[in-house]
């Protein structure tokens, strides 16, 4: 950690981990509301009402953070990865710039008619604000992620002998397969970690006592969905997601499951930590031909090794790749099993009383923003050394006149006031939680009596 | 179709300009206009509704300004980084502030917010109008196509510039002066009683000072970059732009002493429309004029290939198209005075 590319690395990696904790949640969530907007509409229950609106605030708080810490992303491009953005800016630029044009004009007046105008737009009018959200939230995922697969596996594009890159075809990028299940994989992981808070926080209610009828509605809404994702984040998504790298990233997929040696029937590493030097996995627990299976269908097929591939090709950071990997994949399972067994409880209406699960509910809620993390981690790690896949050398992408000292400048300043939103999230939130979803029905004087302008003590977290 | 790219994102940064400007006026007069509590909030609830849908303007442009011209964006992001980076720790202060106010009903914290939302906002519209005055100035770019500015060198116009020197200063301050008018004209016209009659005496109040910083500021620039009277000796007709500036400021005035809220907004509007396109019109062909005039980003040598500036233009239309439909329907929506005791925003 010294040289500028590394610092720009960081720089980029800690500001959209950062920035991406909120819009898996929102991205989620939008969904989930939306479903308790039509039940409202359905049942006429005002049940559902109060419990969109509630979630309603929850959202709000974190789509306000995703937004200022979203603006910096776009900007990085210019000011970190100057060299990239000049070559590919002509493509890129496209699905960022659609993003502003088709997603953010959108999300950003239908929120406000979503926050601030259910009494003015009734209730029909109410739930299509809502999906307006919903639908300009998921939108702008889907240019990201165009952005990001075409990184991953360039498309639609021609190189000129000065080394500029122009769009050729437009569908070619906005249609890249690579974009269409990366896209399938990432929506389904932001709906994961959306029904696993909205389940945490009905398990606390359970827990605590309070607000019963709500947290058993978020309890069967958040596991109902939830088990549905859980088993498609697996298959087809995940799958499919694993054969495209094969297929196209085969020393990636070789550095993901720390296979060292080309081998037919390859097994799969379950635990073990890779020792790069040596080019072994030390203590491994594998499934034997298990590699080979999944990649192939084919329990004998010939997997390629790291060996294959000449070592300027293998991505950089072996081992936190492997292990971004191997989290996610792991955390994947916990929540197949997780969910599956609620969603069992749920069904033999036992899931209430068992405390012990609504537990385990209910400290899972970092869960799915680790394997979310990890997720993307495995995707930009294993793109390495690579910034646009077999085009354009990570190294040769940054900002050559920014020097390490304003960057390393920069990266604290951000965490710094990263650090500072992280505590007004955590008060905010946690306020909402205690207040819960029946305090929307008190007049809004109730704000300002003195129980309220008395902060929530601190120490009670 | 790099003019008609030109012109275009020109015209997206001017929307930035007069939107996210109204706002960030409001920030500025944020203490001289609202002295109680009630008042405050009613500035707040002002812009409440429409604040984060303006700067999805900059986002925009900055988005139209990457794939239309990346070798700019590249250039002027990474010399800019200093002043950017800054730019974009206001700005999350300033949402945060604004977004945060009314979610802590407390007796010290609302204060802060409003140190915060006022003072952010204070200092962005000085980084704009510095930035636009770097443009205007040129900027150290050689051969390479890049440059790296630091925040200041020796505060003169000499070949290793600053962000900042006089110029820029100089510029910086009138853009504070002429969005302190425009927030003023505009939480005028949003509010009623007396924070509506304190914005509209400010207003009048900066619309003198803007007056006189225009004819400064104006004159300056003829001097420190040539292109700009070349410009408008080659295509006369491009004296309609400075003019529709000269037009909106006299409007400001007449339509503020004849009572009309809305008006004289606009006029406002028509100023800062005027004067920014003045500017663009006046360094174009530059996008980036060098202070080595030999290493200008020009329309022709940052643009993008000719297939996306196609296709580009295709969707934008479509994409404009929508977003004007609904910001008329949330205008609309929100259309009318903010009252003192209106649901507070957030809650």
Redesign the interface.
């Given at each position: 950690m010294g040289s500028a590319l590394d610092v720009h690395r960081l720089h980029f990696a800690f500001t959209i981990t950062y920035h991406y904790l909120f819009p898996q949640l929102t991205m989620g969530l939008a969904l989930l509301i939306v479903i308790l907007k039509t039940f409202h509409l359905r049942t006429g229950s005002e049940h559902y009402a109060r419990a969109a609106r509630f979630w309603a605030k929850i959202f709000?708080?974190n789509f306000?953070?995703g937004?200022?810490?979203g603006?910096?992303m776009?900007?990085q491009?210019?000011?970190?990865w100057?060299?990239f953005?000049?070559?590919?800016?002509?493509?890129?630029?496209?699905t960022?710039?659609?993003?502003?044009?088709?997603s953010?004009?959108?999300e950003?007046?239908?929120?406000?008619?979503f926050?601030?105008?259910e009494k003015?737009l009734g209730r029909i009018g109410h739930w299509f604000a809502a999906f307006f959200v919903f639908l300009g939230s998921w939108l702008s995922g889907y240019f990201i992620v165009a952005t990001d697969a075409w990184m991953q596996h360039p498309t639609g594009y021609r190189q000129l002998a000065s080394g500029?890159i122009?769009?050729?075809s437009?569908w070619g990028l906005l249609l890249n397969k690579w974009a269409l299940w990366q896209y399938a994989h990432n929506m389904i992981g932001a709906v994961q970690t959306g029904c696993f808070v909205m389940a945490a926080i009905g398990a606390f209610y359970l827990l605590s006592k309070r607000e019963e009828a709500y947290g058993r509605t978020f309890l069967k809404m958040g596991i109902t969905v939830g088990v549905i994702a859980a088993i498609l984040q697996l298959a087809p998504s995940g799958d499919l997601q694993g054969k495209l790298i094969a297929a196209n990233q085969p020393v990636t997929l070789a550095a993901m499951e720390g296979l060292f040696t080309s081998q037919d029937g390859a097994p799969v590493a379950i635990l073990g930590q890779p020792d790069v030097p040596k080019r072994q996995l030390d203590n491994p627990l594998v499934i034997p031909r298990m590699l080979s299976f999944l990649t192939y269908r084919n329990w004998s097929a010939h997997v390629r090794g790291l060996d294959d591939f000449p070592e300027d090709q293998w991505p950089d950071k072996i081992e936190l790749l492997y292990f971004s990997y191997h989290v996610m994949v792991g955390l994947g399972t916990i929540f197949i099993a997780v969910m599956a067994f609620s969603a069992f409880l749920l069904w033999h209406g036992k899931l209430y009383d068992a405390r012990w699960m609504l537990w385990v509910l209910m400290l899972s809620v970092p869960l799915p923003y680790i394997a979310n993390t990890a997720g993307w981690m495995t995707a930009e790690l294993g793109r390495q050394p690579w910034l646009i896949y077999g085009v354009m050398r990570t190294i040769h992408g940054f900002?050559?006149?920014?020097?390490a000292g304003?960057t390393w400048?920069?990266l604290i300043?951000f965490m710094g006031?990263y650090t500072l939103?992280s505590m007004?999230w955590l008060?905010?939130i946690y306020r909402e939680i205690e207040r819960g979803p029946e305090s929307e029905g008190e007049p809004?004087t109730d704000?300002?009596s003195p129980v309220?302008?008395e902060?929530v003590v601190p120490t009670r977290y | 179709m790099e003019t008609i790219w030109f012109v275009l994102v020109a015209l997206m940064v001017a929307m930035y300009v007069l939107l996210d400007g109204f706002d960030l006026g409001a920030g500025a007069i944020h203490f001289l206009v609202a002295k109680t509590q009630e008042e405050r909030r009613q500035v707040i609830a002002s812009i409440g509704?429409?604040w984060?849908?303006n700067?999805?303007w900059?986002?925009?442009a900055?988005?139209?300004l990457?794939?239309?011209?990346?070798?700019l964006?590249?250039?002027?992001?990474?010399?800019?980084?200093?002043p950017?980076?800054m730019v974009?720790?206001l700005?999350?202060?300033r949402?945060?502030a604004v977004?945060?106010r009314n979610?802590?009903?407390?007796?010290i914290w609302i204060p802060f917010w409003d140190f915060v939302f006022s003072g952010a906002s204070l200092l962005l519209a000085i980084f704009l109008g510095a930035a636009l005055g770097n443009v205007v100035r040129g900027v150290p770019l050689d051969a390479?196509?890049?440059?790296?500015e630091p925040l200041w060198t020796n505060w003169r116009l000499g070949e290793q510039t600053g962000i900042l020197d006089w110029f820029t200063v100089l510029v910086g301050v009138q853009a504070l002066l002429a969005l302190m008018m425009h927030g003023g004209l505009w939480v005028q016209y949003k509010t009623s009683g007396e924070v509506g009659r304190r914005a509209g005496k400010l207003a009048g109040l900066c619309w003198w000072a803007v007056l006189v910083m225009t004819g400064i500021v104006t004159a300056l620039t003829f001097a420190v970059q040539p292109q700009v009277t070349a410009n408008f000796k080659t295509w006369p007709l491009g004296y309609v732009l400075p003019v529709l500036a000269v037009a909106g400021l006299a409007g400001v005035q007449l339509e503020l002493r004849r009572g009309k809220e809305l008006k004289a907004f606009l006029a406002s509007c028509a100023y800062f429309l005027g004067m920014l396109t003045s500017v663009v019109f006046g360094v174009y062909p530059m996008v980036l004029p060098a202070r080595n005039p030999a290493f200008s980003l020009t329309v022709s040598n940052a643009k993008?290939?000719a297939?996306?500036l196609k296709?580009?233009l295709i969707?934008?239309v479509i994409?404009?198209i929508?977003?004007t439909v609904?910001?008329v329907?949330?205008y609309r929506?929100?259309a009318g005075k903010v009252t003192a005791n209106v649901?507070?925003?957030?809650?």
């Open positions: 709000g708080i306000a953070i937004v200022v810490t603006i910096p776009e900007f491009f210019g000011t970190n100057s060299e953005s000049k070559a590919a800016g002509g493509v890129i630029g496209q960022l710039a659609m993003e502003g044009v088709f953010f004009f959108l950003s007046t239908f929120l406000g008619l926050l601030f105008g003015k500029e122009e769009l050729s437009f900002s050559p006149r920014v020097a304003n400048f920069t300043g006031m939103l007004l008060f905010l809004l704000l300002t309220e302008t902060p | 509704p429409v984060d849908g700067e999805v900059l986002l925009a900055g988005g139209a990457y794939f239309a011209f990346p070798a964006y590249a250039s002027s992001f990474s010399g800019f980084y200093l950017l980076m974009l720790w700005l999350i202060l949402g945060t977004e945060f979610h802590i009903h407390s007796p390479s196509g890049y440059f790296f993008a290939g297939y996306g296709i580009g969707w934008w994409g404009m929508l977003a609904y910001f329907f949330v929506s929100f649901e507070s925003h957030g809650d």
